[in-house]
């Protein structure tokens, strides 16, 4: 079985009882520890790995973060998927060829742009199905859909997008920022697996579990964290 396979098989078999948690690499290390750790797979968050190389979210040159991701691949032997932002304004083809050179399974592409603008839902449907065209089953594709953090509160709003970019061939939709309440009103309206941010917490792991989120990530949160760890540590060491 392919690794892509593999990780297509974790989605099948996950649930709100047994959701798939996914914690989120920003380098090599990270990713070493993650998987020595048990976890099944893995998916970069590109807010981390901005930090890890210097930059602001959303201002990682495309070339850094694919090298990025190569080493973090290069570095595990679970599959890995990569958040590559809004898809860097690569046409649909170089995009896919451009993952599959990093060795990774799965990417999540946004459905705002640098100017944290809406992009119209219909047009990305489209788009997305020319990157499910030109992917075939070499990728899985999370369309993660930005109406939260947006300010649309409304989950039908979240819902009419997620229904597109499902139709259009996504395997998962991740609305980005639904409190739990939403992820439920997500979950009964649609047939894919949902993808929901969690605090990296057991709890918050747990709530949006109970609403129906059956793969769970944490964006840079990880990262956040073991960087307050480690000021900690750095402020025993002074003398």
């Given at each position: 079985?392919?690794?892509?396979a593999?990780?297509?098989?974790?989605?099948?078999?996950?649930?709100?009882?047994?959701?798939?948690?996914?914690?989120?690499?920003?380098?090599?290390?990270?990713?070493?520890?993650?998987?020595?750790?048990?976890?099944?797979?893995?998916?970069?968050?590109?807010a981390?790995?901005?930090?890890?190389l210097?930059?602001?979210?959303?201002?990682?040159?495309?070339?850094?973060?694919?090298?990025?991701?190569?080493?973090?691949?290069?570095?595990?032997?679970?599959?890995?998927?990569?958040?590559?932002?809004?898809?860097?304004?690569?046409?649909?083809?170089?995009?896919?060829?451009?993952?599959?050179?990093?060795?990774?399974?799965?990417?999540?592409?946004?459905?705002?742009?640098?100017?944290?603008?809406?992009?119209?839902?219909h047009?990305?449907?489209?788009?997305?199905?020319?990157?499910?065209?030109?992917?075939?089953?070499?990728?899985?594709?999370?369309?993660?859909?930005d109406?939260?953090?947006?300010?649309?509160?409304?989950?039908?709003?979240a819902?009419?997008?997620?229904?597109?970019?499902?139709?259009?061939?996504?395997?998962?939709?991740?609305?980005?920022?639904?409190?739990?309440?939403?992820?439920?009103?997500?979950?009964?309206?649609?047939?894919a697996?949902?993808?929901?941010?969690?605090?990296?917490?057991?709890?918050?792991?747990?709530?949006?579990a109970?609403s129906?989120?059956?793969?769970i990530?944490?964006?840079?949160?990880?990262?956040?964290?073991?960087?307050a760890?480690?000021?900690?540590?750095?402020?025993?060491?002074?003398?």
């Amino acid at each position: 079985m392919t690794r892509t396979a593999t990780f297509r098989a974790l989605h099948d078999t996950s649930s709100p009882a047994a959701p798939l948690v996914l914690p989120g690499p920003w380098d090599a290390a990270s990713a070493r520890v993650f998987a020595e750790s048990g976890y099944p797979a893995l998916a970069t968050p590109s807010a981390g790995v901005a930090a890890s190389l210097g930059y602001e979210d959303g201002h990682t040159p495309p070339e850094e973060m694919f090298a990025a991701v190569a080493r973090i691949v290069r570095s595990v032997d679970v599959p890995v998927s990569a958040d590559i932002e809004g898809g860097y304004g690569f046409a649909p083809k170089e995009l896919v060829d451009r993952l599959l050179d990093t060795g990774a399974v799965g990417c999540n592409l946004e459905d705002s742009g640098p100017d944290k603008v809406l992009k119209d839902p219909h047009r990305h449907a489209d788009w997305l199905a020319e990157v499910r065209a030109a992917a075939g089953d070499r990728v899985f594709l999370n369309a993660r859909v930005d109406t939260f953090i947006r300010g649309v509160t409304d989950p039908e709003a979240a819902v009419e997008r997620a229904r597109l970019y499902v139709a259009a061939g996504a395997d998962c939709v991740y609305p980005i920022g639904a409190p739990p309440e939403a992820v439920a009103v997500l979950r009964a309206a649609i047939k894919a697996p949902i993808n929901a941010g969690a605090r990296p917490e057991a709890a918050s792991i747990r709530e949006l579990a109970a609403s129906g989120a059956t793969r769970i990530t944490f964006g840079p949160g990880l990262l956040h964290r073991t960087t307050a760890a480690l000021t900690g540590i750095t402020r025993e060491l002074r003398p």
